[in-house]
């Protein structure tokens, strides 16, 4: 393992594989801890978990890989869950309960929680986490955050969440070229200091001051697409922190840091080609409930 450490804080989901009765742990912030585990760093999880077999499930799965979940809330209630099919290794999400007692409970960090994080070298964290009332709290914590903003956002959500984070990653597949470079100065303008747009198979592109980057995808012949993202996002960010020095990201600008980022992009391409021949976002299967 690595002298740093990185922490997701967010959403927790089983993925519901219909077409197959089984289903699998997943949900951004926790396929990020999970996912930085697999790179070989320390890695924890803040989040909120409900009462039922698949609060407990996932659980389990995070005791076995030795990812810290102790600062985690639980509620009564039903824990989140999202319905998935696959055509052609292709994930197709047919529908979710909304993170379940997720959606209802407010985080309320303390104290407690900001000491706790304040070890971490990063805090990852989506737009599935319902956290944008809180992300100026955890901003005081001093700790760089970056946010998943996947495919949905606007311009009133960018102002939203833009000005508390420090990277922002922006999922653009479903968008043009022009379109894609808009929504990402959009992102910088606002306050993202690092920006960074994934468009699939066609690779994904990096803001960082007036410096655009590009990285080609790795080719794959995907098994199942679920967690391509999130696998970018998690071996990025660890790349990234790897190569900043004291493993503090400095975003400011010089010609290091950009080498870094191009590094890092590598390196999420690379490992995102590799969870795509993973079932799941990163296995742990189970019968489905």
Same mark, same amino acid.
């Not at 990812?67 to 099919?85: C, F, Q």
């Given at each position: 393992?690595?002298?740093?450490?990185?922490?997701?804080?967010?959403?927790?989901?089983?993925?519901?594989?219909?077409?197959?009765?089984?289903?699998?742990?997943?949900?951004?912030?926790?396929? /990020?801890?999970?996912?930085?585990?697999?790179?070989?760093?320390?890695?924890?999880?803040?989040?909120?978990?409900?009462? +039922?077999?698949?609060?407990?499930?996932?659980?389990?799965?995070?005791?076995?890989?030795?990812? !810290?979940?102790?600062?985690? *809330?639980?509620?009564?209630?039903? #824990?989140?869950?999202?319905?998935? $099919? @696959?055509?052609?290794?292709?994930?197709?999400?047919?529908? =979710?309960?909304?993170?379940?007692?997720?959606?209802?409970?407010?985080?309320? /960090? $303390?104290? !407690? +929680?900001?000491?706790? %994080?304040?070890?971490?070298?990063?805090?990852? &964290?989506?737009?599935? =986490?319902?956290?944008?009332? !809180?992300?100026? %709290?955890?901003?005081?914590?001093?700790? $760089?955050? =970056?946010?998943?903003?996947?495919?949905?956002?606007?311009?009133?959500?960018?102002?939203? %969440?833009?000005?508390?984070?420090?990277?922002? /990653?922006?999922?653009?597949?479903?968008?043009?070229?022009?379109?894609?470079? *808009?929504?990402?100065?959009?992102?910088?303008?606002?306050?993202?200091?690092?920006?960074?747009? $994934?468009?699939?198979?066609?690779?994904?592109?990096?803001?960082?001051?007036?410096?655009?980057?590009?990285?080609?995808?790795?080719? &794959?012949?995907?098994?199942?697409?679920?967690?391509?993202?999130?696998?970018?996002?998690?071996? /990025?960010?660890?790349?990234?922190?790897?190569?900043?020095?004291?493993?503090?990201?400095? @975003?400011? !600008?010089?010609?290091?840091?950009?080498?870094?980022?191009?590094?890092?992009?590598?390196?999420?391409?690379?490992?995102?080609?590799?969870?795509?021949?993973? #079932?799941?976002?990163?296995?742990?299967?189970?019968? @489905?409930?």
């Amino acid at each position: 393992m690595n002298s740093f450490k990185v922490i997701g804080i967010g959403d927790n989901v089983v993925d519901k594989y219909v077409h197959q009765d089984i289903m699998y742990p997943g949900g951004n912030a926790l396929n /990020f801890s999970a996912y930085a585990t697999m790179c070989g760093v320390e890695s924890a999880y803040l989040g909120k978990f409900g009462s +039922d077999v698949v609060a407990r499930y996932i659980q389990e799965v995070l005791d076995e890989m030795k990812i !810290d979940h102790s600062h985690s *809330r639980s509620y009564e209630g039903e #824990n989140g869950y999202a319905r998935v $099919t @696959l055509e052609n290794g292709d994930r197709k999400f047919l529908g =979710s309960n909304k993170g379940g007692i997720a959606n209802e409970k407010a985080w309320e /960090f $303390t104290g !407690d +929680d900001l000491e706790y %994080v304040k070890q971490f070298a990063v805090i990852h &964290t989506s737009l599935n =986490s319902y956290i944008e009332q !809180d992300l100026s %709290v955890l901003k005081e914590s001093g700790v $760089t955050i =970056s946010y998943d903003f996947s495919v949905r956002w606007n311009d009133d959500y960018l102002q939203q %969440v833009c000005p508390h984070i420090d990277i922002a /990653f922006l999922s653009c597949s479903h968008i043009t070229a022009e379109e894609r470079e *808009r929504e990402m100065r959009k992102a910088q303008h606002l306050g993202a200091r690092l920006v960074v747009g $994934t468009v699939g198979e066609e690779g994904s592109y990096a803001l960082y001051g007036d410096q655009w980057l590009y990285q080609p995808a790795v080719s &794959t012949e995907a098994l199942d697409t679920m967690g391509a993202g999130d696998s970018y996002i998690t071996a /990025f960010l660890v790349e990234l922190i790897r190569n900043s020095r004291n493993h503090k990201i400095e @975003l400011e !600008d010089k010609d290091e840091l950009l080498q870094q980022i191009k590094a890092s992009m590598d390196k999420g391409a690379e490992f995102a080609a590799k969870i795509c021949r993973v #079932n799941g976002a990163f296995g742990y299967s189970t019968p @489905l409930v």
